[in-house]
């Protein structure tokens, strides 16, 4: 099956600031890679997802870049702010037709 | 209107008893999941349907059986509750299974004495 890694578990960084998380995945037949925010007591929820054919997405402050080659993507959250609070998940879509979903990062912005 | 509705939102019971959890969308989706999300955080998938048959059955407990009446629901029923069963239970659902972003439902938070 899918072997899914995060990296960090836990990011804390000052207000302002950048934060990258980075997910690496076994399976080759992946070809859908999201990110989900998970804020403590609520839902997982999508915040940006991105296809095997293409390297990188933007949407205001976040962005994901692919490397399939190295099976490896990304999650890029710049000018950062308190509500980015919250934990992170990568879930790469396999050929077993399902999300797996990484460990989480806790990220913790200081103000 | 809330896209994918779970109930109850909490659930305490006792070991050995049976209960349910319901998950209705009415996003129109065609594919519907059960995740397990464990004291650590970490999501597990448990069941996917997809136009009311079972896609995915992970290694899970016979005790644990979903239902699916129609594509815009799905139970799940377990029995002889353990434990190990407390955990927050998910519901999401999304329009196929590939390359599509799933719609979580709130969750529900089992809590076994």
């Known amino acids: 099956g899918e072997n899914v890694e995060q990296h960090p578990s836990t990011l804390s960084v000052q207000e302002g600031d950048s934060a990258v998380i980075k997910c690496t995945y076994s399976d080759s037949a992946s070809n859908y890679f999201p990110w989900y925010k998970q804020e403590l007591g609520k839902r997982p929820q999508l915040i940006i997802d991105i296809r095997s054919n293409v390297g990188e997405k933007k949407d205001q402050r976040i962005a994901v870049t692919l490397n399939k080659t190295a099976k490896h993507f990304s999650l890029h959250i710049t000018e950062t702010q308190p509500e980015d609070s919250a934990v992170y998940f990568c879930?790469?879509?396999?050929?077993?037709?399902?999300?797996?979903f990484g460990q989480g990062t806790r990220l913790t912005i200081n103000p | 209107d809330t896209a994918v509705s779970q109930t109850p939102k909490y659930l305490v019971t006792q070991m050995g008893n049976d209960k349910s959890i319901k998950c209705e969308q009415n996003?129109?989706?065609?594919?519907m999941y059960w995740y397990k999300q464990d004291s650590k955080k970490f999501l597990k998938i448990m069941f996917s349907y997809n136009n009311k048959e079972l896609i995915i059955n992970e290694t899970v407990p016979n005790r644990f059986s979903p239902k699916s009446p129609d594509k815009a629901h799905l139970n799940l029923h377990i029995n002889s509750l353990e434990l190990g069963d407390s955990a927050v239970y998910f519901c999401?659902?999304?329009?196929?299974?590939?390359?599509?972003?799933?719609?979580f439902g709130s969750g529900t938070r089992l809590t076994v004495v």
């Open positions: 999401a659902s999304s329009q196929g299974s590939f390359e599509a972003g799933y719609t």
């Open positions: 879930a790469p879509l396999g050929g077993a037709q399902k999300l797996v």
């Open positions: 996003l129109g989706h065609d594919t």
